[in-house]
C-alpha cells in the first residue's frame, strides 16, 4: 500500500516538474514573471513530493515491507533498526531518491533567497532539467517502488560491511556535497545566460560553492575513517576508483572556491569560474556514473545493471556538451589590459589553481584509463598508489610553498620584499623543525620524506605567522583554519607513510611473539551472541618499550547474508593509533591469522580534515556580511 | 599581415597551452605507463610470446588440493580451467582464501609456469568473483 502512495507521489513530482518547466519556460520567453506564485507552488510542491516519497521509503525499510524490491534485496527484520533506516539509502534505488530530493532541497532553498528574478528563475529552470533527468532516470530504471508477487516472506539483508554506525551518515554527507554542487552548476548557467556573470554572481555564489563543499570535506573524510577502521586493512586511502571518485569533484570545488574569490575581489576570471562551476559539477556527475553504473572492479560496486550505466553515461555527456556550448557562446567577454604582476594575490591563486587542475587530471587519468582500455582492448590493468604517489608528491611541494605565501600577500599592490623577508623568517625555522623530527623519529632519510616534512611544516609556521598578525581574526578565521588544517593533514600523511608498522602472525590463545621492537601475547578468547551475528572476540596484549596496550579485535559471524567480517580493535594516545585486526583461514585451523599495525598521527588525519571542513563552514556565513 | 595583433596574441598563447598541456600529457602517461598492473588469465601467459618481467596480476580458481605448506611459503596452482600456474606465496593467506573459489595474487612471474606472488588480493566477500576471474572462466567454459 505504501509503495503504491510512494510511486503516485513520484510519478506526480515529475508532472509538476514538467508544469514548472513549461511555466518557466513561458516566463522566459514573454520576459516576464507575473505567475510567480505558480512557478513557486510547482517548486515547492515537487520538494514536498519528493520528501513525502522518500519519507514512504524509509517507512517500507522500518516495517520490512517485502512486497518492495528494494527492501527485499536489502533488509532482513533481524536487522538493528538504525541500518533499517539507513538501508534506505544504503542501496542504489534509495540513494537516488535522495539525489533527487537533495536537488529539490536545493532549488526550494534557493527560491527563497535573496537573487534578481531573472537570475533567480533560470536557476530553478535549469535545475529543473537535472530534476528531469534524474527523475526519469529513477522512474525508468531503478523504481524504489517496484513490487514483488507474491511477497517474500524474508529480506536479503544488508552487506554486512555497510551495517556500521558511520556509514549510514557517510551518503548523506557525500551526496550533499556531490548534488549540493549542481544549484552553483546551475546558477553559472543562469549567469551566463543572462550576462549577470559579476561580482554580485560571485557573492551570492560563495555560499552555495563553500557550503557543499565543506560537506564533501566531512563526506570522504568520513568514508576514509570508515575504510581505515572497518575494512581492517590498516590503510585509510587505496586510491580505490570510488574513493578518486569523491576526490575529483573536492578538487574541481577546491579551485572553485578560490577563483570565485578572486572574481569577488577583482572582478576577474570571470569564464575561469564558470567553466570550474560547470566542472565541478560534471565531476560530481562522473562520480555518481562511476560508484551507480557497476563498472568499476571494486569493493563498492554494488549495482550492476548496463542499462542504467548507459543512461548516465549518456546524460552526463548531454548535460556536458549543453552547458559547454552555453559556456562557449556567453562566456563572459571582459577583456582586463592591465598590467601583469607576479607578486600578487589573485596571481598566486591562479598558479595553485593550475596545480589543482593537475592533480584532478592525474587522478581522473589514473580513474578512467583502465575502464577505458578495458572497454576497447579487453585488458585489464590497475593502477597502483605508486602512480599516484610518484606523479603528486612533487607539484605539491610547489603547491604547499605558494599555498603559504599567498595569502600574505596584497590583492592590489606588488609587495615582493615584503614576501622575501617573509621567506628569510619561514625558511629557517621550518629547516630547524622539520630537521630535529627527521634525526629524532627516522631511522632513514628519504628526499621525499624529507621535502614532505619541510613544506608542510612551512604551511603550518606561515598560517600560524599570519593568524598572530591579523588585526580582525573574523574576517580570515576560516581561511585560516582550514590551511592550517590542510598544513596538519599533509604532514600527518607524510610521518604516517614513513613511519607505519606492520606485523602479520598466526597465533593460538597462550602464544607469545616478539617482532622488531614489540612483543605480542594472545591471552584468551571469548564469544557473544548478538541479534543479528555471532561474534568472537580474542585478548591481545601489546607491550611496546614501557606501554602496554590491551586490544580485543574480533570476528563476526553474520546471519544474513552469511558473511564473515573482521572487527578491528583500535586505541589511540592521539599521537599513535594501536590496531588489531585479526582473521580466520580455512587451512590452518587451530590458529588465527592476526595483523598488527602501529599507525602514527592517525587521529591527527582525522582531526585535520574536520579543521578543514570547519573553516569551510564558518566562511560560508562570512562573505555574505562583507560589501 | 594576415592576423591582426589581438589574434596574433591569442595565437601564442594558445600554442603555449598546447605544448603545456601535451608535455603535461606526456608526463602524466609516461608515469602511469611505468605503474599500472596487468592482469592475466593462466592461458593468457600461456599464450606469450615472452615472460613478461614486471609485476602482473594473475587470477583464477584455486585448484583443489592444490595447496601445501613449506615452513612460511604456501605453494597452490591457479587455474582457469584450461592451463594451470604454480604459485608461491611467502606470508598470511587472507580469510576468503579458499580451494576451488577466486584468487587474484600480484607478483612476477619466474617463468611461464611458476609464479612468485607477493600478495594475494581479497577484500571482496566469498560469493564476489573479480569481473576478470569470471570473464576468463566463461570464455574457457564456453569453448569446452
Given amino acids: ?80 533498526l538504525i541500518y533499517k533506516i539507513s538501508g534506505a539509502w544504503g542501496n542504489h534505488e534509495g540513494s537516488m531518491v535522495l539525489f533527487i530530493l537533495i536537488l529539490s532541497l536545493f532549488s526550494f532553498v534557493f527560491f527563497r533567497t535573496k537573487v534578481i528574478e531573472k537570475l533567480k528563475f533560470y536557476t530553478v529552470f535549469f535545475q529543473a532539467i537535472l530534476i528531469l533527468i534524474f527523475l526519469i532516470f529513477l522512474i525508468l530504471t531503478s523504481n524504489p517502488f517496484d513490487q514483488i508477487v507474491p511477497k517474500p516472506l524474508q529480506g536479503l539483508g544488508l552487506n554486512p560491511i555497510l551495517q556500521d554506525p558511520l556509514l549510514a551518515i557517510h551518503p548523506p554527507f557525500l551526496y550533499f556535497g556531490y548534488v549540493g554542487f ?8 543562469a549567469g551566463l545566460v543572462t550576462n549577470n556573470f559579476d561580482k554580485l554572481w560571485s557573492k551570492v555564489a560563495n555560499f552555495w560553492i563553500i557550503l557543499p563543499w565543506s560537506l564533501l570535506t566531512i563526506g570522504i573524510g568520513l568514508g576514509s575513517f570508515w575504510a581505515y577502521y572497518e ?13 578518486n571518485a569523491s576526490l575529483m569533484p573536492w578538487l574541481a570545488a577546491t579551485a572553485l572556491v578560490h577563483s570565485n574569490i578572486v572574481t569577488f575581489k577583482k572582478d576577474k576570471l570571470h569564464s575561469w569560474t564558470a567553466l570550474l562551476s560547470i566542472f565541478t559539477f560534471i565531476m560530481s556527475l562522473l562520480g555518481t556514473f562511476l560508484v551507480r553504473s557497476g563498472v ?6 554494488f549495482a550492476n545493471d548496463p542499462y542504467r550505466g548507459v543512461y548516465i553515461l549518456s546524460s552526463i555527456l548531454l ?8 559556456f562557449i557562446v556567453k562566456s563572459p567577454k571582459k577583456f582586463l589590459y592591465e598590467k601583469y604582476y607576479f607578486f600578487q594575490r589573485d596571481n598566486f591563486i591562479l598558479i595553485n589553481n593550475c596545480f589543482l587542475i593537475f592533480f584532478l587530471s592525474v587522478v581522473l587519468v589514473g580513474t578512467v584509463y583502465p575502464i577505458i582500455l578495458d572497454a576497447i582492448s579487453g585488458k585489464s590493468i590497475s593502477v597502483g598508489p605508486i602512480y ?32 622575501i623577508k617573509n621567506f628569510k623568517i619561514f625558511f629557517p625555522i621550518s629547516i630547524v623543525i622539520s630537521s630535529v623530527i627527521i634525526f629524532w623519529f627516522f631511522n632513514y632519510k628519504d628526499i621525499i620524506l624529507i621535502l614532505g616534512l619541510f613544506f608542510s611544516v612551512y604551511l603550518i609556521i606561515s598560517v600560524l605567522f599570519d593568524w598572530f598578525l591579523q588585526k580582525k581574526l573574523t574576517i580570515h578565521f576560516g581561511r585560516l583554519i582550514s590551511h592550517l588544517g590542510f598544513g596538519v593533514l599533509i604532514f600527518a600523511i607524510f610521518v604516517n607513510a614513513y613511519l607505519s608498522k606492520e606485523i602479520n602472525a598466526a597465533m593460538k590463545v597462550g602464544d607469545e611473539v616478539k617482532i622488531q621492537e614489540f612483543i605480542i601475547k594472545f591471552k584468551s578468547i ?42 578491528t580493535s583500535i586505541k589511540t594516545n592521539f599521537i599513535v593509533d594501536y590496531y588489531f585486526a585479526i582473521n580466520l583461514s580455512e587451512f590452518e585451523k587451530e590458529k588465527i591469522m592476526v595483523r598488527f599495525y602501529y599507525k602514527p598521527l592517525m587521529f591527527w588525519i582525522w582531526f585535520s580534515i574536520l579543521l578543514i571542513a570547519i573553516g569551510g563552514i564558518y566562511q560560508t556565513f562570512r562573505l555574505k556580511n562583507e560589501q | 599581415m594576415i592576423f591582426s595583433k589581438s589574434a596574433k596574441n591569442r595565437l601564442k598563447i594558445f600554442s603555449l597551452l598546447l605544448v603545456v598541456a601535451s608535455i603535461i600529457f606526456f608526463f602524466i602517461y609516461n608515469n602511469l605507463q611505468k605503474n599500472v598492473v596487468y592482469f592475466y588469465a593462466p592461458q593468457e601467459i600461456k599464450n606469450l610470446k615472452n615472460t ?26 591457479i587455474t582457469d580451467l584450461k592451463s594451470e600456474i604454480f604459485v608461491e606465496y611467502n606470508g598470511l593467506l587472507p580469510n576468503l582464501f579458499v580451494e576451488g573459489k577466486s584468487a587474484v595474487v600480484e607478483g612476477v612471474l619466474k617463468d611461464k609456469r611458476y609464479f612468485i606472488a607477493s600478495t594475494i588480493l581479497a577484500k571482496h566477500d566469498e560469493n564476489y568473483m573479480p569481473p576478470e576471474v569470471a570473464n576468463s572462466l566463461k570464455k574457457n567454459k564456453s569453448n569446452k
Fill in chain 1, 1 to 80: 500500500m505504501a509503495g503504491y502512495i510512494g510511486n503516485l507521489t513520484l510519478f506526480l513530482s515529475l508532472i509538476f516538474n514538467g508544469f514548472l518547466i513549461f511555466s518557466l519556460i513561458k516566463g522566459i520567453k514573454n520576459n516576464n514573471f507575473k505567475e510567480l506564485k505558480t512557478i513557486s507552488f510547482f517548486n515547492d510542491s515537487i520538494f514536498f513530493l519528493l520528501l513525502i516519497s522518500f519519507l514512504i521509503l524509509i517507512y517500507c525499510f522500518i516495517v520490512s515491507d517485502f512486497s518492495n524490491v528494494a527492501v527485499y534485496q536489502n533488509s532482513h527484520t533481524a536487522k538493528p
Fill in chain 1, 231 to 243: 575494512l581492517g586493512w590498516g590503510g585509510y586511502w587505496f586510491w580505490d576508483p570510488v574513493e
Fill in chain 1, 319 to 326: 548535460i556536458t556538451f549543453f552547458s559547454l556550448a552555453i
Fill in chain 1, 182 to 189: 549542481s544549484l552553483v552548476f546551475s546558477f553559472a548557467l
Fill in chain 2, 52 to 77: 613478461p618481467t614486471n609485476k602482473i596480476r594473475l587470477g583464477g580458481l584455486v585448484k583443489e588440493n592444490s595447496l601445501k605448506k613449506n615452513n612460511n611459503t604456501y605453494v597452490f596452482i
Fill in chain 1, 388 to 419: 599516484y604517489h610518484t606523479i603528486l608528491a612533487p607539484f605539491l611541494f610547489i603547491f604547499l610553498f605558494f599555498m603559504s605565501h599567498g595569502p600574505l600577500l596584497s590583492w592590489n599592490k606588488e609587495d615582493k620584499f615584503l614576501q
Fill in chain 1, 296 to 301: 568499476l572492479n571494486s569493493v563498492h560496486a
Fill in chain 1, 526 to 567: 571469548n564469544k557473544i551472541k548478538k541479534e543479528n551475528y555471532e561474534e568472537v572476540f580474542g585478548n591481545f596484549l601489546v607491550i611496546n618499550k614501557e606501554k602496554q596496550i590491551e586490544l580485543t579485535p574480533s570476528i563476526r559471524r553474520y546471519d544474513q547474508p552469511i558473511q564473515f567480517t573482521s572487527e
